[in-house]
């Protein structure tokens, strides 16, 4: 409900009983001589019988022809106009000057045509959720007939006629009704009078609520399905008369209707088809039951223009600059339950099938994941089906990158709650300060860390995105342009999980770099080249001159292609020597033909994220006389180890030449 105050304005001839309706109406009886125009009279929501989609305040507006312009200075305020007659003179009246002064006045609100002093009627009420036999159907239809129909016909803004005593009270809580329900639950959205069809917009939600009440994924509504969809709609239960009373009319309908015939609308023993949660719905419209529509529509949060509610797609989160967002267990868990649900052939992957399934409740694929190339941004298994594990990889992506892409999709696929309770916000970044510089503090409440792989064209950065996902290696090189993401879990020592997301920034490397704001996202720079080309370190180098800043975050050095020789850098700084100056780890040296190598990047990236003060530049480590004694054992080991390395790689040689020169 968007409106908080409803103004109703009665008008019609002079003597056709206004004055007399709001009076019975508010005061509940009939008092026969009154003063002519009464003052505007609020009435609050607790008088209406079914508060819960009624405005705050009504405002009845009373008024008389005999001041026409104070009458079309409230008809311009109006919401919807209360129109009274009540014989042939005023009958005559209402399409000879009323509804085409209203049209003249340029007005665009509903009208309830209303014939009032009908004074032999006894008062009935019949207010049911569900169709019912109406059981006012029988009284007097000579109104409806003779006055109403060929009115209704020619005005479509008229919304309802109903007829009101105000002597005997008849009808006018349920007047009243319809006066707020053409603002709060209005018919032109859902149905085209006109031709007689529900309009698309309506269809295409109805549909989508259809799919997400359909829980087993067979295609058909069945009594538990609905008992579900009437709890959730109506929080109350429906009872097996009102049920097979649904059914029976349905089975009616496709027999004997010329429009519907051999259409299947309910299946006994399976349940209520999508044709047929339709067709109720129109049902439901051209009966004048609409309000069960909108309480379906509004459950799933449509607004009156039949799209979600934004702000239950994009609910307001607070996230503080350095914090980042991330699924909940929740969250999480929701995910796993959609995946498996759709996972309908079982084997641990989505098929296009089951992708085009799971997605259709939703407008497509999110933006970032058509334009990151999706499923091959994260994990799929051999048959190129994205696996549970990537499910919820790309998953966490979106999350880190774009939260309000997950709250939209998660309401999309159905979360019942607030789709804030599916996200956490991690705490904003601590900072410390060591010799002079400020370095971020060690992290325990993130499980999601971003990563930029940088490095000179052709070093192997693809590769090592594409190893990351579980990919064989490829000789072929083709070079990226567009960046790319690449997203997958990984387990540290004492089996915590992480998803790191690498990304290769392709042509706006500079510009990424350049801008502090996404460098704030970044949690380590993985500064890659490629130790087989000596012209490759040299580029790091001048990217460290060039964006100084980069040296206040976590950086991993990385020589790739170890298979290959190892080539001299041709450079005024070799890699170790520069990773020494800046207290940071040697370069590791990786091949994306070896897989262990492998991981041990990946673990250290995320290890240097946890503890960005052990690798970011320039922090020398605190304890200098342990440090000291530390490295040199380190450096003996490591010279041990270089030497032997370095016989058996001649022996090797010498042994490979000898065998190749017989
Ligand atoms: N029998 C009968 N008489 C009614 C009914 N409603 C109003 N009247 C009578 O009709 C007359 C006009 O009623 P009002 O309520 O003053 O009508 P109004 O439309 O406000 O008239 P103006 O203010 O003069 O434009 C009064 O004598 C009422 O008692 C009704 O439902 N049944
Ligand atoms: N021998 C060997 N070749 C590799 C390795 N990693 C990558 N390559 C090859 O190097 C070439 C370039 O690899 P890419 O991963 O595309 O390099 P890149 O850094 O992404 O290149 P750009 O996108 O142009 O910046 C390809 O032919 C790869 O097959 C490796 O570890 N060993
Ligand atoms: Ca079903
Ligand atoms: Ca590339």
Redesign the pocket.
Known sequence: MTKETIRVVIC?D????????IVSLTKAEFI???Q??LPPISIPRDFSSSPTYSPKNTVLI?T??SDLIALDHELKSADVIWL?YCDHESYDHVSLFWLPHFRSLGLNIPVILCK??C?SISNVNANAMVVSENSDDDIDTKVEDEEFIPILMEFKEIDTCIK?????QFDLNQAFYLCQRAITHPISPLFDAMVGELKPLAVMALKRIFLLSDLNQDSYLDDNEILGLQKKCFNKSIDVNELNFIKDLLLDISKHDQEYINRKLYVPGKGITKDGFLVLNKIYAERGRHETTWAILRTFHYTDSLCINDKILHPRLVVPDTSSVELSPKGYRFLVDIFLKFDIDNDGGLNNQELHRLFKCTPGLPKLWTSTNFPFSTVVNNKGCITLQGWLAQWSMTTFLNYSTTTAYLVYFGFQEDARLALQVTKPRKMRRRSGKLYRSNINDRKVFNCFVIGKPCCGKSSLLEAFLGRSFSEEYSPTIKPRIAVNSLELKGGKQYYLILQELGEQEYAILENKDKLKECDVICLTYDSSDPESFSYLVSLLDKFTHLQDLPLVFVASKADLDKQQQRCQIQPDELADELFVNHPLHISSRWLSSLNELFIKITEAALDPGKNTPGLPEETAAKDVDYRQTALIFGSTVGFVALCSFTLMKLFKSSKFSK
């Open positions: 019609g002079e003597g056709v009983g206004k004055s007399s309706l026969p001589t009154i002519d125009v009373d008389s022809d009274v009032n002093k004074d009101t005593s105000a002597k005997t």
